[in-house]
């Protein structure tokens, strides 16, 4: 069946690199995403990778795919606290979208 | 600018009301979605629609309905059948085709508390 898992709560201080980590259970994925919500607003995607990928930066953000172990995460670089907010991780399957629970990333100064 | 509306923002409605969200989108996108976001329960489909005048269950379609007149168009009723209303929805929109890569705009959602 579809199952998106991602811990609930992150912590990290200004400057630090923060890993949030997610893992899927459907083995046909073609793409998977990350979505970053700001409070009280809707998702916005922050960046996706396709599935014979490993590996995806965009400037201070890496995704990293593991296909063996449905594995993945996405790494920030100098994490700052405009980047406190909640992230999800999303599988494409079958035309639909299934999303994670959602990491709350918290940045303290 | 080109994007997802919903209104409104905040809605407080008793019990046994029923209660529809609205949703508009210039894109030109032709599937629309409604999710709903509960804390630590991520985002939960209710209905989606690919194309005008068709639409589909979701995972949590129960207590909700939809209707897609229009392109620009979806509005979620929640009826007085969902047995625990209270929740953040969000509407969402994509395009479709070969080159779709399943990305989807959201609107800044509603928040509904059922008093």
């Known amino acids: 069946g579809e199952d998106v898992e991602q811990s609930l709560f992150l912590s990290v201080r200004e400057g630090d690199s923060s890993v949030i980590n997610c893992t899927y259970t459907?083995?046909?994925?073609?793409?998977l995403y990350w979505y970053k919500q700001e409070p009280g607003a809707g998702l916005q995607l922050l960046t996706y990778?396709?599935?014979?990928?490993d590996m995806k930066q965009d400037q201070r953000l890496t995704v990293l795919l593991n296909k063996k172990d449905k594995h993945l995460s996405l790494r920030i670089a100098d994490t700052q606290t405009g980047d406190s907010a909640i992230y999800f991780c999303?599988?494409?399957?079958?035309?639909?979208?299934?999303f994670g629970q959602g990491t709350e990333l918290s940045v303290k100064p | 600018d080109g994007g997802i509306t919903q209104s409104p923002k905040y809605l407080f409605r008793k019990e046994g009301q029923n209660v529809t969200l609205s949703c508009e989108q210039n894109?030109?996108?032709?599937?629309m979605y409604w999710y709903r976001q509960d804390p630590g329960q991520g985002l939960r489909l209710i209905y989606y629609?690919?194309?005008?005048?068709?639409?589909q269950k979701g995972d949590i379609a129960e207590g909700y309905s939809v209707s897609r007149e229009k392109k620009e168009s979806f509005p979620l009723t929640v009826t007085s059948a969902q047995k625990n209303p209270t929740a953040f929805y969000l509407c969402?929109?994509?395009?479709?085709?070969?080159?779709?890569?399943?990305?989807?705009?959201f609107g800044e959602g509603s928040r509904l508390t059922v008093l």
């Open positions: 894109l030109n996108h032709d599937a």
């Open positions: 999303a599988d494409l399957q079958g035309g639909k979208l299934i």
């Open positions: 459907d083995s046909s994925s073609t793409y």
């Open positions: 969402a929109s994509s395009t479709q085709g070969v080159s779709n890569t399943g990305e989807l705009f």
């Open positions: 990778i396709f599935s014979n990928m």
């Open positions: 629609s690919q194309i005008v005048n068709d639409f």
